[in-house]
């Protein structure tokens, strides 16, 4: 008896050990989840978060996101970006290049790479339809909540995305908090529209571990997002980027010297 339930057990363990092996393999099946903490983007002076969740099952996906802080009742592009040749990341301040101390999508693509799908929650879902401004959210509140299933994708950006290197972006800012989208500088992207229109806001790299994975903080829980507990969520943000500077090992050094 006690030798059946050992084998059996043991086999379950390699079963499960292959497929891990099989799912951490960029260059096989694409079906995975992948998940993203959405961040300020670096210079653009937004104060706020989201998580996001994509699902590939073949050529489809299902994605999930909710966002909180952003610039209320205006439109806010949503993409998923990914370029083969980007560093499947979100862009930092040196990717600045006219050195004006904001991001502009342009500026980004380094980072990110081009639009993939295009986050409408109607309708196409192509980069054709990357400022299709009036089928994305208008963020009531500053928030979006956004589900949609049955995105078709290309064989090659599901395998990108399953492999943890496509990057979740929500655009639209407002550099001088007048509540709307105005300024001189013309966007990057649609000269007739100003910059920011289309400047990044929030940006995620989906990766294959979830979100809330970030054993030492824990991310950020959907919750909290929901109760528009903002300050709460900044402050979770705040943490967790303390801990990756800190590293583990150091704060747990220091909250074994405060506990003592
Ligand atoms: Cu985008």
């Known amino acids: 008896m006690r030798t059946t339930t050992t084998t059996r057990i043991a086999g379950a363990s390699l079963a499960a050990a292959a497929a891990l092996a099989l799912s951490v393999g960029p ?7 992948v998940s993203a903490n959405l961040k300020p983007v670096a210079g653009n002076g937004v104060m706020g978060s989201g998580t996001a969740m994509v699902d590939v099952k073949g050529n489809t996906i299902t994605v999930t996101m909710a966002a909180t ?19 499947h990341e979100c862009p930092i301040l040196s990717d600045d290049k006219n ?40 963020a ?34 407002d550099y001088n908090k007048d509540g709307k989208y105005d300024g001189n500088t013309k966007s990057d992207l649609m000269p007739s529209l100003p910059t920011e229109a289309t400047d990044p806001a929030l940006c995620g790299a989906l990766r294959v571990a979830p979100a809330g994975g970030m ?44 506990r003592a």
């Open 99 to 138: 050195g004006d101390g904001h991001i502009n999508t342009t500026e980004g693509g380094p980072a990110y790479g081009d639009i993939v799908v295009s986050l409408t929650k109607t309708g196409d879902t192509s980069p054709k339809s990357g400022l299709a401004i009036d089928r994305f959210s208008t």
């Open 215 to 258: 054993h030492t903080g824990g991310g950020l829980p959907t919750d909290t997002l929901k109760s528009g507990g903002q300050n709460e969520a900044l402050m979770l943000v705040g943490g967790v980027a303390l801990l990756a500077a800190a590293g583990t090992g150091s704060f747990a050094a220091r909250r074994a010297r405060a």
């Open 69 to 87: 802080g952003l610039l209320p009742n205006s439109p806010h592009a949503a993409h998923i970006h990914f370029g083969a040749a980007a560093r």
């Open 140 to 173: 009531p509140g500053g928030k979006i909540a956004y589900q949609r299933g049955s995105i078709k994708v290309s064989s090659d950006v599901a395998q990108a995305i399953s492999a943890g290197e496509s990057v979740v972006v929500i655009h639209g800012v």
């Open 27 to 33: 260059a096989f099946a694409a079906d995975g989840s």
